[in-house]
């Protein structure tokens, strides 16, 4: 969970629910799986590479757009559990 005091609403439970529900609509919960805990650089490379990816599949094959990251994931699970940045623990 993100703890951060710049806002008087987020230290409140309810602010920070209404934080998580923002991050998991827009998918930032894979961006950090498929990225790699704590590396800003898989984060960046990965937010610009999944929004280029879903773009093309919307484009080419709609009915697929709102799976393809969950399968980018389940793929990058199986193959580097760790994330394409992150380090083993």
Not at 5 to 11: H, T
Not at 14 to 41: P, T
Request: proline residues 3%; glycine residues 12%.
């Amino acid at each position: 969970m993100l703890k951060t005091a710049r806002s008087a609403e987020f230290r409140t439970p309810e602010g920070r629910e209404k934080a998580y529900q923002q991050l998991k609509k827009a998918e930032i919960d894979a961006v950090v799986v498929i990225g790699g805990m704590g590396s800003i650089l898989g984060s960046i490379v990965t937010g610009l590479s999944l929004g280029v990816i879903e773009g093309l599949t919307k484009v080419f094959y709609p009915e697929a757009s709102a799976v393809v990251i969950f399968l980018i994931m389940v793929l990058v699970l199986l193959v580097k559990p760790a994330g394409l940045f992150g380090k083993q623990a």
